[in-house]
């Protein structure tokens, strides 16, 4: 059950970072569900390291999606969307 929880969060937060940064055409579904695990991943970690806790709900979802958006400009830097 976990998994597919992570999956769905990760779509949607995969989802709102590549609208953000405007790659939402390149990509599919699957693209989105990475992102939004990998990226949520880098964001807390991240976060983690500038001390900065997620203390309340509203706190992860904006630190997973500032972590999709962080994964997507390094993905578009290394041209791998354009």
């Known amino acids: 059950m976990d998994f597919?929880?992570?999956?769905?969060?990760?779509?949607?937060?995969?989802?709102l970072g590549s609208l953000i940064m405007k790659t939402s055409?390149?990509?599919g579904?699957?693209?989105?569900?990475?992102?939004?695990?990998?990226?949520s991943s880098l964001g807390f970690w991240l976060a983690g390291l500038l001390g900065l806790g997620a203390s309340?709900?509203?706190?992860?979802?904006v630190i997973a999606v500032l972590g999709a958006v962080i994964l997507i400009a390094i993905l578009k830097a290394l041209n791998i969307f354009k």
Not at 4 to 15: D, E, F, N, T
Not at 29 to 39: C, Q, T
Not at 56 to 61: E, K, T
């Open 29 to 39: 579904i699957l693209a989105n569900v990475i992102v939004g695990i990998v990226g």
């Open 25 to 27: 055409a390149q990509m």
């Open 56 to 61: 309340g709900a509203i706190m992860r979802w």
């Open 4 to 15: 597919i929880i992570a999956v769905i969060v990760g779509g949607i937060v995969g989802w």
